[in-house]
């Protein structure tokens, strides 16, 4: 199973970014998926979340901010970032849960800064 996840880059404070993630491989669908970013001395943490049915999860530091979309059936997860921080620059990576298993992307670099 492959993550694949698209849309980072560099933008100035207060813009927007759509990050796309899709999943290719044997796997049926996924229970959960999610957005996760790291950045440089810290460790990872979550930043959106989606389960089965539509359920949404976020991190306080983007509540408001980001909007995470997606169909765990048809493994794809978005994530709508505004009004962006320069405390948000990051790698972001995909994730995507089924059973006991955990699968994840190679990340894409978002960089906000003027």
């Known amino acids: 199973v492959q993550l694949v996840e698209s849309g980072g880059g560099l933008v100035q404070p207060g813009g927007s970014l759509r990050l796309s993630c899709a999943a290719s491989?044997?796997?049926?669908?996924?229970?959960?998926m999610g957005w996760y970013r790291q950045a440089p001395g810290k460790q990872r943490e979550l930043v959106a979340s989606?389960?089965?049915?539509?359920?949404?999860n976020y991190a306080d530091s983007v509540k408001g901010r980001f909007t995470i979309s997606g169909d765990t059936a048809k493994r794809t997860v978005y994530l709508e970032m505004n009004s962006l921080k320069p405390e948000d620059t990051a790698v972001y990576y995909c994730?995507?849960?089924?059973?006991?298993?955990?699968?994840w992307g190679q990340g894409t670099q978002v960089a906000v800064s003027s």
């Open positions: 491989g044997m796997i049926f669908s996924f229970h959960a």
């Open positions: 994730n995507g849960k089924v059973d006991l298993l955990e699968y």
């Open positions: 989606i389960i089965k049915g539509g359920r949404t």
